[in-house]
């Protein structure tokens, strides 16, 4: 029985190596304007240990992290679901609304973000087919 104890403890001795590191693989959700293959190469993702495979799914659609087995997914604002943990991992982002001195010409500049029913925009739309909701916010410019 002596061998076997031995052996029992030479594993777990190996295994005890590992405590405290990293070990297995982290899969990431992105959108594709989050540019998360260059913002993990600038940092974004920190350097981690040789024994974490990094896997970065770019994907617009709004998907369910756990049944999608991700362990982490990156979004802008309230872009989430409501049972998920959200952390800012850079700058706030802002969105400006712009146009032309022809088209403010033709359809006039807009006082407040009501006005901006009348105009020809550009909005952007979620793989699921819904529009993103444009939020503004009062006294910033």
Same mark, same amino acid.
């Given at each position: 029985?002596?061998?076997?104890?031995?052996?029992?403890?030479?594993?777990?001795?190996?295994?005890?190596?590992?405590?405290?590191?990293?070990?297995?693989?982290?899969?990431?959700?992105?959108?594709?304007?989050?540019?998360?293959?260059?913002? /993990? @190469?600038?940092? !974004? *993702? +920190?350097?981690?240990?040789?024994?974490?495979?990094?896997? #970065?799914?770019?994907? $617009?659609?709004?998907?369910?992290?756990?049944?999608?087995?991700?362990?982490?997914?990156?979004?802008?604002?309230?872009?989430?679901? /409501? @049972?998920?943990? !959200? *952390? +800012?991992?850079?700058?706030?982002?802002?969105?400006?609304? #712009?146009?032309?001195? $022809?088209?403010?010409?033709?359809?006039?500049?807009?006082?407040?973000?009501?006005?901006?029913?009348?105009?020809?925009?550009?909005?952007?739309?979620?793989?699921?087919?819904?529009?993103?909701?444009?939020?503004?916010?009062?006294?910033?410019?």
């Amino acid at each position: 029985m002596r061998p076997a104890f031995l052996d029992i403890d030479a594993a777990l001795e190996e295994l005890d190596a590992f405590r405290g590191q990293p070990l297995g693989k982290l899969r990431i959700n992105a959108p594709r304007c989050c540019k998360a293959g260059s913002s /993990a @190469d600038r940092g !974004a *993702v +920190p350097q981690i240990a040789s024994t974490i495979k990094v896997e #970065v799914v770019i994907d $617009d659609a709004l998907v369910d992290m756990v049944s999608g087995g991700f362990d982490a997914g990156v979004r802008f604002g309230e872009t989430i679901a /409501a @049972d998920m943990i !959200a *952390v +800012p991992i850079g700058p706030r982002h802002r969105f400006l609304v #712009v146009g032309s001195p $022809d088209h403010f010409e033709r359809h006039g500049k807009p006082a407040s973000p009501h006005d901006l029913r009348g105009h020809p925009c550009i909005r952007y739309r979620f793989a699921s087919g819904t529009f993103y909701r444009w939020e503004f916010e009062a006294g910033r410019s």
